[in-house]
């Protein structure tokens, strides 16, 4: 008999890249449903027009390179883009947002710049930042969660209307739906000259962080730990980006409380766990060694501090995320393992 | 319990033992013909010392050890030696390689057998017996072992000699049921092993899914000093250098061996092919073989060596439907073969004919997304996917800095890889090229000196010819003169002063002699 000559090993595990992805986008679930619970179909609107316009750049784009479509198609790298930008974005985002962000980071961030496993920046990211300093007015209207000082008051289609023609019912002005986020009202506020403990006894903030976003920050944190325990991502590079951000924030915590915000605040606010995650935890522009993704982590959580802190922006994941993934190449070739029987030191 | 220090990566993989460790190991029927190779080892082939017509008697010598690294072939059987001759033989090469072929007349008349008092033997004797009774490592290196029984050389004494009793690739079980049908025996072969090297300590590692294996071996061992350390099922406990680790916590050097840290290790199969040589006379001309996969009736098999291995997929109930592939060696390092007309050898293990449900699915290889995985798994502790950059991209030097050479390809990240790329490959290919390469070097620089070494010699011979001329010309022209001889004289001594035509031009030469 003949037989087939294949190199060994033989056998292989069940696993495949879109089965990564996938688990992301599972893991994203709770978190999704409690910014929804708190800010209303605004949401769910912006991952919809996320997806779909990524899926579409993603297959231009793969037609253009040549890749075969449907191979690429079915890993749902473009997907958890789309999701993770999608969530970053204010509830009430004008579709062209929403559309210019992500075909930023797909056609962009993602293609331009090598395609997947390729990519030195992280695509979701590069796409929230362009936003961000292109728009600011529009990127800063965050809603005012539920529960707070109004019921939540949009309907589905009222949230259509006013993502689709920027049109809002006449009971409402924008200004009364939007509001600064914890971050933004801490940073302008101590800027005003105010104490820690004054700002915080506003109605903003809740009983860690903000009014609604802590429950929001603990639905992620729930699936990031089942990320981690799946091994789906490293554990060290959100231990090492909530640990770095911990440590920066009760240094300073402890020389000034009145004009530093507590740990436990920074640690709960903002994108901080969303971020260390979901964000940081994207291996393909992270740092690749055991030793450097501690590293890694660590970097990305001091630099978030340093920018709610000292920068010009209330919140500093994105930056701080594309500023290590630049860094993750060197990062890895200083902490390579030490090999089975080399020697110690 | 003595602790054990676990390695780093590693995986659980599926074990498949059950299918054929189950029943006793069956002697598998006399083959009409064997061939028999004359290389089953690491080293210089066994040279032929039998010809075409001549009648063998079973465990006659056939092929003699052919230098210090190098073992003996003997007839499996009695018969007639059909042939020697090149053949296929189940290497991973594919390239066929000289085989005694031996018609059996089935009457299996032994050669006379001589069983030895080891103690009373001088330990070179008695390694000069293990080498002439063909004894190599039946783990799968094949290494002789009379080498590996030598300290001289390297140390005064030996820490720890381990037994490595851990078969962790899936499938194969024929240590499982060797250990547990002839713990006595392995034993025994394991004593002139003691006797050779005075160890310290003598450690018998067994993977804790082979209690009976596990408990037979503490029986055997019983009374004797020597430990069995059941180990976690975690492959590849049983690659040399991780199962030295795993027992003693010794990390064997990068490009260095166990004896280099003290220790020295065999396979539980090769002790008992030691006893079977030492206290029977018996060289190795069978051995236990797994015969497993999508055959009807899995099993060990006490097989001849160079029985055909359709013979042996023949009595262990013949394929079933849709094999695809045959497999020597387990399915994580094992070799896939082109046919099933090769005969046993001393490094075959296990048979496993595999079909598609024991396979993993052939799929589309995507971009390496640097999740890790690969690192996590990595038993020699390297970056799998930094080796793969390089390789690819056939940057050899910065593989080689990344430690392509400390990989022991045992396939654990090719197999956790969720873009399904075939990592093995690439290091298997990366380590050709860069031999190649080296090979190729010295073969120039080899070239270069050689070349170097004649324009030397012509600039001698050039420079010795003309101070002769030289010394010569004044007398020769003296003489001339002297004689009243005419222009015409000296004109030929100035002629022939010069130098040859060929010598002033070596370039000339050299394309005459190419």
Request: net charge neutral; aromatic share 8%; proline share 7%.
């Amino acid at each position: 008999m003949r037989f087939k000559i294949v190199t060994s090993p033989h056998i292989a595990q069940n696993v495949s890249v879109g089965q990564v992805m996938r688990r992301v986008l599972y893991a994203m679930v709770p978190g999704i449903a409690a910014l929804t619970w708190f800010f209303g179909w605004g949401i769910l609107i912006n991952l919809v027009i996320a997806t779909v316009v990524a899926l579409l750049a993603e297959t231009v784009m793969l037609a253009v390179r040549g890749k075969p479509l449907a191979l690429h198609l079915s890993d749902f790298s473009a997907v958890v883009t789309a999701g993770l930008l999608a969530v970053a974005l204010p509830p009430l985002a004008p579709w062209w947002l929403t559309t210019l962000g992500i075909l930023f980071a797909i056609v962009v961030a993602k293609h331009l710049y090598g395609g997947l496993g390729y990519n030195p920046f992280n695509p979701a990211m590069v796409g929230y930042v362009v936003l961000l300093t292109s728009f600011p007015r529009e990127m800063s209207a965050w809603l005012i969660p539920h529960g707070l000082d109004q019921p939540h008051a949009l309907t589905l289609l009222e949230t259509l209307q006013a993502i689709f023609h920027s049109e809002l019912p006449a009971r409402f002005t924008l200004d009364a739906l939007t509001g600064a986020t914890p971050l933004d009202a801490l940073r302008t506020q101590i800027g005003l000259g105010l104490t820690v403990t004054e700002i915080r006894n506003s109605p903003v903030f809740g009983m860690v962080a903000g009014q609604g976003w802590e429950w929001a920050t603990l639905s992620f944190l729930a699936g990031g730990l089942w990320l981690v325990q799946t091994r789906t991502a490293d554990w060290r590079i959100p231990a090492g980006m909530l640990s770095g951000l911990a440590v920066i924030a009760t240094v300073f915590y402890l020389i000034d409380p009145q004009h530093y915000a507590p740990p436990w605040f920074h640690l709960w606010s903002g994108a901080a766990i969303f971020g260390a995650f979901f964000i940081a935890t994207d291996p393909v522009t992270a740092s690749a060694t055991p030793h450097g993704r501690l590293i890694y982590g660590v970097g990305i959580g001091v630099l978030v501090y340093i920018i709610r802190g000292f920068g010009g922006y209330p919140d500093g994941v994105a930056f701080s995320v594309l500023l290590m993934n630049i860094a993750a190449p060197t990062i890895d070739l200083y902490t390579q393992p030490r090999v089975f029987g080399a020697r110690r030191g | 319990m003595s602790r054990l220090y676990p390695f780093h990566g590693g995986l659980k993989t599926v074990r498949h033992k059950t299918e054929s460790n189950q029943q006793p190991i069956q002697r598998a029927a006399l083959p009409r013909r064997l061939m028999v190779p004359l290389r089953q080892h690491i080293g210089a082939m066994a040279k032929p010392v039998v010809a075409s017509g001549d009648q063998v008697l079973k465990g006659q010598m056939i092929g003699q050890a052919d230098g210090y690294i190098s073992a003996a072939i003997h007839a499996p059987t009695s018969g007639r030696v059909a042939t020697v001759e090149t053949r296929p033989v189940p290497h991973p090469s594919g390239l066929p390689d000289l085989c005694v072929v031996i018609d059996s007349d089935g009457e299996e008349r032994w050669v006379e057998r001589q069983p030895v008092d080891y103690r009373a033997l001088h330990p070179s004797e008695l390694r000069n017996i293990l080498r002439n009774a063909g004894v190599v490592g039946l783990g799968g290196a094949a290494f002789p072992s009379a080498v590996k029984l030598n300290l001289s050389g390297h140390r005064e004494r030996l820490e720890t000699l381990i037994l490595n009793g851990a078969e962790c690739e899936p499938w194969i079980t024929c240590d499982d049921r060797l250990m547990r049908e002839q713990a006595a025996g392995i034993v025994a072969g394991l004593h002139v092993m003691v006797h050779l090297l005075e160890p310290r300590e003598v450690l018998i590692g067994i993977e804790d899914d082979k209690p009976e294996a596990i408990a037979a071996m503490i029986e055997a061992c019983a009374g004797t000093g020597y430990e069995v350390r059941p180990a976690p099922t975690r492959y590849p406990s049983g690659s040399v250098k991780q199962l030295v680790k795993l027992l003693t916590g010794k990390e064997t050097p990068v490009e260095g061996l166990p004896i280099d840290v003290g220790v020295q290790c065999f396979n539980v199969a090769t002790a008992y092919t030691v006893h079977r040589a030492v206290d029977h006379g018996e060289p190795v001309i069978s051995r236990t073989v797994t015969v497993t996969g999508h055959v009807r009736q899995p099993g060990n098999f006490q097989a001849l060596l160079g029985t055909p291995f359709a013979e042996l997929v023949e009595q262990a109930g013949g394929y079933q439907e849709g094999v695809e592939r045959l497999i020597m060696g387990g399915p994580m390092m094992g070799f896939a073969l082109h046919s099933d007309e090769v005969p046993l050898t001393k490094a075959a293990n296990c048979i496993l004919a595999a079909s598609a449900e024991e396979l993993a699915p052939t799929q589309p290889v995507m971009p390496c997304i640097r999740c890790g995985a690969c690192v996590d798994v990595c038993p020699a502790n390297l970056l799998p996917q930094q080796l793969y950059w390089h390789a690819r991209a056939k940057e050899f030097d910065k593989a080689q800095d990344y430690h392509l050479f400390s990989c022991i390809e045992c396939g654990c990240c090719s197999t956790v890889c969720p873009s399904h790329i075939p990592l093995v490959q690439y290091y298997r290919y990366a380590k050709n090229e860069i031999w190649a390469q080296e090979k190729e070097k010295q073969k120039a620089e080899l070239a270069r000196q050689r070349h170097q070494a004649r324009l030397e010699r012509l600039e001698r011979e050039k420079q010795e010819r003309e101070a002769k001329l030289r010394q010569k010309a004044p007398a020769r022209a003296a003489r001339a003169e002297s004689e009243g001889g005419g222009k015409l004289d000296i004109e030929t001594a100035v002629a022939r002063a010069k130098p040859h035509p060929d010598a002033a031009n070596p370039a000339a030469t050299r394309q005459q002699d190419a």
